[in-house]
């Protein structure tokens, strides 16, 4: 949430030439900057309407899972607004699907996966963004099919289950991911986010024939797609209604930390070694951050600990995100009075550009590991 300072209601009303216009008067400029990337822009300017204003921009926020700008003139901080509506939750729950379409939907699924003989599960970015990381748990605990993460899926999927296989990132996974995502006849694909990075260059062999796309805005099956039919209501009723009798015994790739394996004589540390030897270092619920770079490739071969969150962004390669991003998810977690570590790996040419964090985490005694 994007709560952005601006100039009085009345500054606006003369257009005066301040500095919160690009030298116009047109104090609408930035708020619409934001609206290509914002979900709701808020422009408070009315009292009456102000707590109407921010409780929408919250529900956007957190249903929606993207971003709201909310723009708060000086002149508005004091001003008196309805109070009696913060005693009353602001409705976060989805709206549901529209039944007959959902179930046509469960029902075509179903069809194929009844029928495939090597399904798998591939979870991505969007699953957890969207936190539907339940939903695919319990399907994947009662069907025991093989799932695997991407990249940006990294955490999504408990990786102590015998049913974890590893990352699939197309020409950038092990052999045996790979041979067995490429040669699965369905992919029940949660939250997929195929950019560059995460497809390792767009080089996924997989096809769209032989693909089931759950999104949070709509469901694809093969070629055809149910707008509005969203992924959590489908996902729920497909682990349900599946008859586990009828589904084919796959097995996963195993997924160890093979530190031993790498380890010899040398006095240089090499990746290989580093990153297996690192999922011994974790703890049952660590929150582990990796930046844009080699970290966040190198954490593809750490097998994490049940409970562990992973947060990394490689959509857009923003380098130098991740040292702010630490120190969110270690405030989130003492918020949340949990006893977490957060642990950061970032090279130290990411690190300089947002270095100055490390004096918010000192100053809020943070439990950080960088």
């Known amino acids: 949430m994007h709560i952005v300072g601006c100039p009085s209601t009345i500054s606006q009303r003369n257009g005066m030439l301040l500095h919160h216009t690009l030298g116009n008067g047109d104090f609408n400029v930035f708020a619409n900057m934001g609206a290509q990337v914002a979900v709701d822009v808020a422009r408070l300017t009315k009292p009456a309407e102000i707590a109407d204003q921010i409780d929408h921009a919250l529900r956007e926020c957190w249903v929606r899972s993207r971003p709201v700008y909310i723009m ?8 008196k607004v309805e109070g009696a509506r913060l005693k009353d939750y602001i409705d976060l729950s989805e709206p549901p699907n529209e039944e007959e379409r959902e179930n046509y939907v469960v029902d075509v699924v ?9 399904p798998v599960v591939l979870v991505d970015a969007c699953a957890i963004r969207h936190r539907v990381v339940e939903e695919v748990q319990a399907l994947v605990e009662k069907t025991k099919l093989p799932v695997f993460v991407t990249p940006m899926g990294k955490g999504a ?25 490429e040669d699965a006849d369905l992919v029940l694909s949660v939250g997929s986010l195929k950019s560059d990075f995460n497809t390792a260059g767009f080089s996924y062999r997989t096809s769209q024939l032989n693909t089931i796309d759950f999104h949070s805005t709509h469901c694809t099956v093969r070629y ?3 707008p509005g039919v969203t992924m959590r209501g489908v996902l729920r009723k497909v682990t349900k209604r599946v008859d586990v009798a009828k589904l084919a015994k796959v097995e996963s790739p195993p997924v ?11 006095k240089t540390i090499t990746q290989a070694w580093f990153w297996p030897r690192i999922g011994e270092y974790l703890h049952v619920g660590d929150i582990v951050v990796t930046e844009t770079g080699t970290s966040n490739f190198g954490i593809w071969e750490t097998k994490f600990p049940p409970g562990v969150t992973g947060v990394t962004q490689i959509l857009w390669g923003s380098i130098g995100w991740s040292v702010g991003a630490t120190q969110g998810a270690a405030l989130a977690a003492r918020d949340l009075n949990a006893a977490k570590r ?9 690190f300089q550009l947002t270095v100055q964090e490390v004096s918010t985490m000192i100053k809020h005694k943070l439990n950080v590991t960088m």
């Open 72 to 79: 708060l003139p000086t002149d508005m901080v004091e001003k």
């Open 110 to 118: 179903l069809k194929y996966l009844h029928a495939a003989k090597k």
């Open 157 to 181: 999927v408990d990786e102590s289950s015998p049913y974890y296989g590893g990352v699939y990132a197309g020409s950038g996974s092990q052999p045996a991911v790979a041979a067995r995502v």
């Open 224 to 226: 055809s797609e149910y």
């Open 256 to 266: 160890k930390n093979e530190v031993a394996k790498n380890f010899d004589d040398s």
């Open 342 to 350: 957060t642990i950061l790996f970032v090279g130290d040419g990411s």
